[in-house]
């Protein structure tokens, strides 16, 4: 579903990515790894569409995509999860997930019941602002959101990042979910690591901006990984 072949990446004059090459398929979770300021969310940042990149092809479903802003790589398909939500704090929990209906044809404007059976708690709050939902709620609504957007490809930078432990393992099921569903692919930047490589089918590590390590889980041991990952 998702490939992308020779990234590069700036910020002004420093170079953040270099070459990156990985893959995403659809069915699968591909968890992309490393400490921080390894360059891990500027990568979703530019697969997503959100920072031009210096470098490189980003193809979704066969389709070169070629350098597109965030507006349109939405349209072709990209979910964003951002790491801190981006959700609007004065807008009802119902008026954000709403907003995802600018990538839909107006006869799909319509929240599907999934939503709400995946997350039960947005149903029971609908109607609150979502600046008064609690860290784990407004990122349960975050993934929510990006879904009703019907993506071919959802990108989710540090999802874990200061939920309650509950939270993520409800979010950890619900991406379980989407993965047997078959209809999309996966990427996941995660820093807690239990959390990441039990839902990983593909690996790839960063370090300094590039790429060390890219495999199945299979072929990806627990223990290697760590090291890797490990400061």
Not at 13 to 35: F, N, P, R, W
Not at 63 to 91: N, T, W, Y
Request: neutral net charge; contains cysteine.
């Amino acid at each position: 579903m998702l490939n992308v072949e020779n990234l590069t990446l700036h910020y002004g004059h420093s170079q953040i990515l270099y070459d990156v090459s990985m893959a995403a398929e659809k069915g699968e979770i591909t968890c992309v790894m490393g400490t921080n300021g390894v360059g891990k969310t500027s990568l979703i940042r530019a697969i997503a569409g959100r920072h031009a990149r210096s470098g490189g092809k980003v193809a979704l479903d066969g389709e070169d995509l070629g350098v597109l802003p965030a507006h349109g790589m939405a349209h072709k398909g990209v979910g964003l999860v951002s790491q801190g939500r981006e959700i609007f704090p004065l807008l009802t929990v119902r008026e954000n997930l709403e907003t995802g209906f600018s990538c839909l044809p107006r006869s799909e404007h319509k929240i599907p019941p999934e939503t709400y059976e995946m997350f039960p708690v947005l149903d029971q709050m609908k109607h609150r602002r979502g600046g008064d939902l609690s860290g784990g709620q407004q990122q349960q609504l975050a993934i929510a959101r990006a879904l009703i957007t019907r993506p071919k490809l959802l990108l989710l930078d540090e999802p874990t990042e200061g939920i309650q432990p509950n939270i993520i393992k409800q979010i950890g099921e619900v991406l379980k979910q989407l993965r047997t569903r078959g209809d999309m692919a996966i990427v996941l930047v995660e820093q807690y690591f239990d959390f990441a490589y039990e839902l990983a089918d593909r690996i790839v590590v960063l370090r300094r901006g590039e790429v060390v390590h890219s495999g199945t889980k299979a072929a990806s041991p627990r223990d290697e990984v760590q090291a890797l990952v490990s400061v």
